[in-house]
């Protein structure tokens, strides 16, 4: 069996008691960080796995035919990253596939999510939503990106890299107009911050703004009730 393991997206105590015991019968543990996994296992006092690998995006190839080879002999597997689902902008894709295609019985653990609690704190609408990812570097890529979804009445969830928060909402205002939005820094964290306006209130409220932490931006779908009648009136 692959058991596919959420795990906190910040906050230690978001674990559910299925997953700490999952996390403590399986016989190998394939995690993305094994120290940040380790303080998890420290924390509720998991027995440590006879096996324990690191799986991350740089060795996902290699040590994904490991993990296969580990199931087929009839091991169980508990596959988790540093926060969150894995496969979610996070490695797991790749293995989980691979799984399926070759039989093994895989069961996902659920748990903490960025994405819904993200679309929940921010007010918009949670009945239709996209999840993009974390947005392309470059400008010009990333209002492509954009672009994309520009006229859907969907509600957007995307990452961001602290350090491109303002960037990204410069690009959104260009590209989807003034709407709606939310951006949230270190959810379930000490420092947890959800700020709500229109685009053009936050690019100013994060203009030169240092961020730090993981931060997460939803931003409204193409309806007339969620764009600033003030920009509108001025266009």
């Not at 019968?25 to 690191?54: F, H, N």
């Not at 939503?129 to 520009?150: A, H, I, N, V």
């Not at 961001?160 to 959810?187: N, Q, Y």
Request: aromatic residues 6%; glycine residues 8%; neutral net charge.
């Amino acid at each position: 069996m692959l058991y596919v393991v959420a795990t906190p997206i910040g906050n230690l105590e978001d674990i559910t008691h299925r997953a700490v015991r999952v996390l403590g019968e399986a016989d190998v543990l394939a995690c993305e960080d094994t120290r940040r996994t380790g303080i998890l296992l420290k924390r509720y006092e998991i027995p440590r796995p006879q096996r324990v690998i690191s799986y991350h995006e740089h060795n996902e190839e290699r040590v994904g035919r490991q993990i296969l080879e580990l199931l087929a002999e009839g091991l169980n597997v508990a596959l988790c990253t540093d926060s969150g689902y894995p496969s979610v902008s996070d490695p797991g894709y790749k293995i989980i596939s691979a799984a399926r295609e070759a039989g093994i019985s895989i069961e996902v653990i659920p748990g903490a999510s960025a994405v819904t609690m993200a679309i929940v704190a921010s007010g918009l609408p949670t009945s239709s939503y996209t999840f993009k990812g974390f947005s392309p570097r470059k400008s010009g890529q990333r209002k492509r990106f954009l672009e994309m979804d520009r006229d859907q009445p969907h509600t957007i969830v995307l990452f961001e890299s602290p350090h491109r928060t303002h960037k990204l909402l410069v690009d959104a205002i260009e590209v989807l107009g003034d709407r709606l939005a939310a951006v949230c820094v270190e959810l379930t964290k000490k420092f947890e911050r959800v700020d709500r306006g229109y685009l053009t209130e936050l690019a100013t409220m994060y203009e030169g703004k240092k961020v730090r932490g993981e931060v997460t931006v939803v931003i409204a779908g193409n309806n007339p009730k969620f764009f600033n009648p003030e920009a509108e009136q001025s266009s």
